[in-house]
Every structure is written in structure tokens, then in C-alpha cells.
């Protein structure tokens, strides 16, 4: 049967506003190349369109836009060089090249963790976006799931290495310290203070986790690296032959308090990290020890 004029009208019509939102959504790719699907559709309702966020991506895979990366690899084709993008728009391109090598050849999980420890020493567990991490590392956030499954993984993951810095720290400084109980203990604490207040962001976020407290089910995992840490100071505690009345676990937790505590006040220049842990641990901790075993054998 024939059309009446009323059916070919409306067609006419569907087929002219198809065309102009087509027109539309290819013409937002180009000015906007970072706006997502649902932001465009967004838009284009405020313009009096109708068109939802699927025909935004139908339309752009038709035309090989469906990514933000293609998007704005064409503004900067067409503008000949990247100054035709915008500052957020170089960033987020920057970003996006980075995570394509990320994903094609794999971005070593050492720079991802040393991001990662950098924000969380800044801004603790719970300020760590893992856009700000992603931003940090230079990536798009959603391309740490390629190594870590969550921010608590990869908060587990920064931990544990850390403390492997420290163990391997310590391991390197006994092994030249002799014999002398005391000698071993302040060797052990250069070795953690050298880490703490000098250097690296992994051995940092260890360090204060020491006397930090995170939520329970984080916490449960965190626990057997620090109580591995901890039962090294407790045998060096051990080994020095304190008077009776000196509880050692009081010492322990005494002494790894004031060593954390250390990145709060140190300022380099007159002592460096050896010279304050022989104070601490030869003048502070073993005179007063002394002290107080001759006034008990007295």
C-alpha cells in the first residue's frame, strides 16, 4: 500500500533529526574529545536532542571515535600540532598514551608502587584516591587494575615492599655490626633511620605504619609484616640483658615510637640519621639502663 503524506512526513522527519544529531554528536567529539557518552547525551538533551548515551557510542564507533584517546588524537591532527588542545586536554591525552604502553608492553609495578607510596604518605590510606595515584604514576587510574585488584591491594602490595626495603636494610647493617647486643640494636636503628627520614616513599609508608591503625580487614592483612618487623627488635631487645625491672615489650614499642616519630621533627644538617640512633640507643637508652642496674644492685 502507498504511504499516506502523514507516514512519509514523520519519516522525513525522524531521518532529518537522525542526521542532525549525528552532526551534532561528530561535532562534540571534536570540540569536547574528553567528554564521555553520558556527557554528551547530557548535552544534547540541554540543545533540545534526544539521544541516548548508546547512539553517542554508536555513533562514534561508526566513525572510528568510540574511545577518548581517538578523539582527541584527531583534534590535535586537525590542529596540526598539541597546542590546539586544551591544558586538561594535553593531560588527559599525556595520560592516555602512557596507559596504551602500559597495557601493550606493561608498566613495571616498581613505578606504581613508588607513585602509590608517595600519595599515601601525603594524604594517608583513606586521602589516596586512586585518581590521584593514577595522576601521580601518569596513568589513567583505571589501568592500576592491571596489577592491583583495589586500592587495598594495592595499599598491601606498597606495604609489604616497604617493609622488605627495611628488613633487607637491616639485614645489610648487622651484618657488620659485631657481636656487642647494643651495637646491633643501634646499627638497627640507623639502618631504619636512614630509610625513614632519608629517602624512599616505600620504606616511609612501612615506617609509620608502625604505629598507625587502619580499618579491621586491612589491618588483619598488614599485621604479619609488622609483627615480622617487630620480632626483630624484640630478639635485639632480648639479647641486651636488661635489668628485671624493665619491661621489654614497653621498650620495643617505646623505641620503634621514637624512631617513626623521628620524620615529624628531622631536619638534615647537624646529625645524620647513624649519629642520632647512637644517642638514642648508646647515650639515651644504655646509660639510663646502666644507671638504673647499679642503683638496683646497690
Not at 143 to 149: A, D, E
Not at 184 to 204: F, I, K, M, N, Q
Request: proline share 4%; charged share 25%; with cysteine.
Amino acid at each position: 500500500p502507498t504511504m499516506s503524506a502523514a507516514t512519509t512526513m514523520r519519516r522525513m522527519k525522524k531521518t532529518a533529526e537522525r542526521g542532525a544529531a549525528r552532526a551534532e554528536v561528530l561535532a562534540l567529539a571534536r570540540e569536547r574529545p574528553e567528554w564521555g557518552k553520558v556527557r554528551v547525551a547530557r548535552e544534547l538533551r540541554a540543545r533540545g536532542l534526544r539521544v541516548s548515551p548508546s547512539t553517542v557510542h554508536l555513533i562514534w564507533t561508526r566513525h572510528g571515535l568510540a574511545h577518548g584517546y581517538q578523539r582527541l588524537l584527531r583534534r590535535r591532527r586537525e590542529a596540526g600540532t598539541e597546542k590546539g588542545l586544551s591544558p586538561s586536554q594535553r593531560s588527559l591525552l599525556q595520560r592516555m598514551r602512557v596507559s596504551r604502553r602500559h597495557g601493550a608492553a606493561g608498566l613495571g609495578r616498581e613505578r606504581l608502587i613508588i607513585a602509590a607510596a608517595r600519595v599515601l604518605g601525603e594524604r594517608g590510606y583513606e586521602g589516596a584516591s586512586l585518581s590521584r595515584i593514577g595522576a601521580a604514576a601518569g596513568i589513567l587510574p583505571g589501568s592500576l587494575y592491571h596489577h592491583f585488584k583495589s586500592k587495598e591491594d594495592l595499599f598491601i602490595n606498597v606495604h609489604a615492599e616497604g617493609f622488605k626495603q627495611l628488613n633487607e636494610a637491616i639485614d645489610s647493617a648487622l651484618a657488620g655490626a659485631g657481636k656487642d647486643p647494643w651495637s646491633r640494636l643501634e646499627a638497627a636503628c640507623a639502618a631504619h633511620l636512614t630509610l625513614l627520614v632519608g629517602s624512599p616513599d616505600v620504606s616511609l609508608v612501612s615506617g609509620t605504619s608502625l604505629f598507625h591503625t587502619a580499618p579491621p580487614a586491612l589491618q588483619r592483612r598488614l599485621n604479619r609484616d609488622r609483627d615480622a618487623y617487630e620480632a626483630r627488635y624484640a630478639a635485639l631487645i632480648a639479647a641486651l640483658q636488661l635489668p628485671p625491672q624493665v619491661d621489654a615489650k614497653l621498650l620495643r614499642l617505646n623505641l620503634l615510637g621514637a624512631l617513626n616519630w623521628t620524620r615529624m621533627w628531622y631536619r638534615p644538617g647537624k646529625r645524620n640519621p647513624k649519629a642520632l640512633a647512637h644517642h638514642l640507643v648508646q647515650v639515651i637508652l644504655r646509660q639510663a639502663l646502666g644507671a638504673t642496674r647499679s642503683k638496683v644492685a646497690s
